[in-house]
C-alpha cells in the first residue's frame, strides 16, 4: 500500500522567511514518482514538480527547492524568501505501479499562511 | 493552451437527487481521472480512463457512483440518490497518456447536498 505523510497541518510565517514543508512517503515500489502539488484559495491543484525514484538530484526553480532523500523516503519542499502570494495548501502525492494503479495518493495537506 | 474545464462549478441539490458532473480534459490527453476532496478524507481517487481500456473503478465509493467516457474525450461523474456525505469538491484531471506521469487539474466541482 502507498502512503504520504505531511505531519505540518498548518504553518505560519512573515513574508520573506524561508519556510519548509515535509513530505514523507511509504511504499513497496522500486519504481514510483513524487508530486508536488499547490492549491490557493481558488481551489484549483497546480502541478509545482515531478521527481522519478531514480532521480534523486535537488532541484531549484526560483525561490522554489526539492530535497528528495531516498534513504529517508522524504520529499520536502521549501520555499525561500517567502511571499503573501505563496499562501495555499501544498500537497505532496505518490504514484507507485504496482498496487497503486494509476491514481495519485496524496498527503493530507500544508496549510501554509504568509502574512505580512 | 486550454487547461482541464469543469463544469458546473457549483451545485447544490437536495438528498435523494441524482447529480451529473462534466469534466472536460486537455485537448489531446489520453487520460482522464476523477478525484473527490472532502473534509474528513482529504483528496481521494475515485475512477481513471485510459483510451478505449477498461476504466479503472476501484476508487468508487459505492454503487450510486459511476462515470463514462464518450469518444474518448468527454467524461460524467454521476452520483444517484445522493446523500449528505456526497458533499465535496470534485476534482478531474488529464494527462497525456497513462504513463505520462503529471496530472493537470481542473477547477473542481463544489457539491453540496442538502
Known amino acids: 500500500a502507498q502512503k504520504v505523510t505531511q505531519a505540518q497541518t498548518e504553518i505560519s510565517v512573515v513574508e520573506k522567511e524561508d519556510v519548509t514543508l515535509d513530505c514523507v512517503y511509504e511504499?513497496?515500489?522500486?519504481?514510483?514518482?513524487l508530486f508536488w502539488y499547490k492549491q490557493p484559495p481558488s481551489g484549483e491543484l497546480v502541478f509545482l514538480i515531478r521527481?522519478?525514484?531514480?532521480?534523486?538530484q535537488n532541484e531549484i526553480s526560483g525561490r522554489y527547492s526539492w530535497n528528495f532523500q531516498k534513504s529517508t523516503s522524504s520529499f520536502n519542499f521549501t520555499i525561500t524568501a517567502s511571499q503573501v502570494v505563496d499562501s495555499a495548501v501544498y500537497f505532496c502525492?505518490?504514484?507507485?505501479?504496482?498496487?497503486?494503479?494509476?491514481?495519485?495518493?496524496f498527503g493530507t495537506g500544508t496549510q501554509l499562511k504568509v502574512e505580512l | 493552451g486550454a487547461g482541464v474545464s469543469q463544469s458546473p462549478s457549483n451545485k447544490v441539490t437536495e438528498k435523494g437527487k441524482d447529480v451529473e458532473l462534466r469534466c472536460d480534459p486537455i485537448?489531446?490527453?489520453?487520460?482522464l481521472y476523477w478525484y473527490r476532496q472532502s473534509l474528513g478524507q482529504g483528496l481521494e481517487f475515485l475512477i481513471y480512463?485510459?483510451?478505449?481500456?477498461?476504466?479503472?473503478k476501484s476508487g468508487l465509493p459505492s454503487d450510486r457512483f459511476s462515470a463514462e467516457r464518450t469518444g474518448g474525450s468527454v467524461s460524467t461523474l454521476t452520483i444517484q440518490r445522493t446523500q449528505q456525505e456526497d458533499s465535496a469538491v470534485y476534482l478531474c484531471?488529464?494527462?497525456?497518456?497513462?504513463?505520462?506521469?503529471?496530472?493537470?487539474f481542473g477547477p473542481g466541482t463544489r457539491l453540496l447536498v442538502l
Open positions: 511504499t513497496r515500489d522500486t519504481t514510483y514518482y
Open positions: 485537448s489531446g490527453h489520453t487520460a
Open positions: 521527481r522519478n525514484s531514480f532521480d534523486e
Open positions: 480512463f485510459q483510451g478505449n481500456s477498461a476504466p479503472d
Open positions: 484531471a488529464s494527462s497525456e497518456t497513462v504513463n505520462q506521469e503529471t496530472q493537470y
Open positions: 502525492a505518490l504514484r507507485a505501479f504496482t498496487g497503486g494503479g494509476n491514481k495519485l495518493t
